[in-house]
């Protein structure tokens, strides 16, 4: 299966991929993790990633399409993937689709996490304290002030997405509010599996 996750940050879009790694023996794709990957590995879009990297630039759609084709090839991949975090973007995601078309493939499922953004920052507030109050470090990522600008970047970036997956029709929701066993339940009738 090849299967998109969207939501926004904290909707628990990781914990379920873990989930479904799990369950479906198909590896995540982590965008930064390929960069890196192919930057180490020396491959062609690598070098070029390198490069553009190493002058302080944001790497450009076209070299993350690139890194992504090159991964999905890869053995462990061949059943499918699952992707978290990428695409970020409408054009990314059209650029996707093009690559997915000629390689033969196209995606099982676009799966996303409608939450409600107040509860959301009201749980990363708490889940923040918690760790604080357990004396461990709080992440970077669950600082209110971050969160709140990592959401904007999302409404502002990604939310499109959501409109158009519909528009081509593979679109799923789930209420990524409900209990984390129950989010995992829809997710499995959504995908038959």
Same mark, same amino acid.
């Given at each position: 299966?090849?299967?998109?996750?969207?939501?926004?940050?904290?909707?628990?879009?990781?914990?379920?991929?873990?989930?479904?790694?799990?369950?479906?023996?198909?590896?995540?794709?982590?965008?930064?993790?390929?960069?890196?990957?192919?930057?180490?590995?020396?491959?062609?879009?690598?070098?070029? /990633?390198?490069?553009?990297?190493? %002058?302080? #630039?944001?790497?450009? +759609?076209?070299?993350?399409?690139?890194?992504? &084709?090159? *991964?999905?090839?890869?053995?462990?991949?061949?059943?499918?993937?699952?992707?978290?975090?990428?695409?970020?973007?409408?054009?990314?995601?059209?650029?996707?689709?093009?690559?997915?078309?000629?390689?033969?493939?196209?995606?099982?499922?676009?799966?996303?996490?409608?939450?409600?953004?107040?509860?959301?920052?009201?749980?990363?507030?708490?889940?923040?304290?918690?760790?604080? /109050?357990?004396?461990?470090?709080? %992440?970077? #990522?669950?600082?209110? +002030?971050?969160?709140?600008?990592?959401?904007? &970047?999302? *409404?502002?970036?990604?939310?499109?997405?959501?409109?158009?997956?519909?528009?081509?029709?593979?679109?799923?929701?789930?209420?990524?509010?409900?209990?984390?066993?129950?989010?995992?339940?829809?997710?499995?009738?959504?995908?038959?599996?």
């Amino acid at each position: 299966m090849r299967i998109i996750l969207l939501g926004p940050p904290g909707a628990g879009k990781g914990t379920q991929a873990v989930r479904l790694v799990e369950r479906l023996g198909i590896p995540q794709l982590s965008t930064g993790d390929m960069l890196r990957a192919a930057v180490a590995a020396g491959t062609p879009i690598g070098v070029k /990633a390198k490069a553009i990297m190493d %002058r302080g #630039d944001l790497v450009s +759609d076209d070299v993350v399409i690139g890194i992504i &084709a090159d *991964r999905i090839e890869e053995q462990d991949a061949r059943q499918g993937f699952i992707l978290d975090g990428f695409p970020r973007t409408v054009a990314q995601a059209e650029a996707f689709d093009r690559t997915l078309a000629e390689k033969g493939l196209k995606l099982d499922a676009v799966i996303e996490f409608k939450v409600n953004e107040k509860e959301l920052v009201d749980r990363i507030v708490r889940r923040a304290a918690e760790t604080e /109050a357990r004396g461990e470090p709080v %992440r970077k #990522d669950d600082n209110p +002030d971050v969160f709140k600008t990592r959401l904007e &970047a999302f *409404r502002t970036q990604t939310a499109p997405l959501s409109a158009y997956y519909a528009g081509k029709g593979s679109l799923k929701t789930v209420d990524g509010m409900r209990p984390i066993d129950e989010v995992t339940d829809a997710i499995k009738g959504i995908l038959g599996r």
